[in-house]
């Protein structure tokens, strides 16, 4: 009992050190009155869960898009896929759904402690999917993996890796990302902090989850999957091709909220475009109707943005097409819809005032489908 209460003792204390030298680096960068705090960052957690998941044959986890960086993880870790948490990982994955961006909202609750992986916060603090599943085992068998494979040397050993890429990411990328444009745009001030890392492991995979740590702002994290273009062997050489997914995932932190007061009316709006593109949502892992709502909303706002932040009309087009072509066929409309919000500002102080009229949008849309539809058996 003694020692189990020691343990507990000792494990608080590890916990308000983490949540004092975070408090103090966000204090201080607040102190030096940067504009823009943001710093891209390289995680050894997200890295951890990522090769974790890789090692376990995720396939969200083997895109394979890393060049090297791949080859020597791959040459490192497949000694270990016969490792005991490798069997236990994949049942997760079968029986809970551990996958996608349940993977990094485990990531970014997780913090080094010498060298022990230990969790930042309780249960209800993890994403959904995590919820019946029992945490002690989980990080029992974690820690083994970290420790059998050596994993902090690989890490360190690519620290110098890591470090060229943070360069380039801020440099070509972040030069487009502009942290004001989301308030003037939702109306409303940003209560979360926000955080870029480059998940070295997540080929083409780009995941938005958040964290509450007691007493410190929500944080909000853009986890950007990184991989290499086949004709140059470099990453992240346009920005531009970039800039997108990092703005999307910021925009995620206004929109997700806004759907808590606006579901009576846009549940069933958010089923019904469901059913219109089935298939192409659930190849994007988007299988509920709130879901899609957020991302149809999100997707809009980033067209949005590149229009009032100098990207080119072909840039823009491009955009639009791309999402038309991830089976958001409402996105014109949308847009539309939106852009008026932008025009008429004086009568919309917020997008959660113009919520109403998205909901309007998109029962037109939704309305002229069906008609078009019909059509063809009248």
Known sequence: MFIKMKHQFINRIFLLAILMVAFISHAKAMEQGEGNPIKVEVSETVEL?????????????????????????????????????????????????ISYDAVMSMAINLAIDGNEVKILTDKSGLEKRWQDVEIDTFLFKLNQFYADTRFHDFYTQHLPFYESVLHTYEQNVMQYFHQDWYQRFYGTAPTEQFRVVIGFTNGGGNYGPSRQLPGLPKEVFAIC?????????KAFENGLDYASTLIHEFNHSFVNPLINTNATQLEPIGEKLLKLSYRGMSSQAYRTAYTVINESIVRAAVIIYMQENGFTAEQVKAE???????????????????????????????????????????????????????????
Not at 51 to 78: H, N, P, Q, V
Not at 343 to 352: C, E, P, V
């Open 320 to 378: 639009m097409n791309d999402q038309i072509a991830c089976a958001f066929h409402w996105m014109p409309e949308l847009v539309t819809t939106m852009r008026y919000y932008t025009q008429n500002r004086n009568r919309y102080k917020t997008l959660a005032d113009y919520y109403p009229e998205i909901t309007k949008c998109l029962n037109e849309y939704l309305k002229t489908e069906e008609e078009r539809i019909n059509k063809a058996f009248s």
């Open 225 to 233: 999957g990184y991989h290499i273009n086949e004709q140059t062997g």
């Open 49 to 97: 869960m990522s090769i974790l998941s890789r090692t376990a044959e995720f396939r969200e986890y083997c895109m394979d898009m890393g060049g090297k960086y791949t080859e020597e993880t791959e040459k490192w870790f497949s000694p270990f896929k016969s490792h005991p948490v490798i069997a236990y990982y994949q049942e997760l994955r079968a029986n809970h759904g």
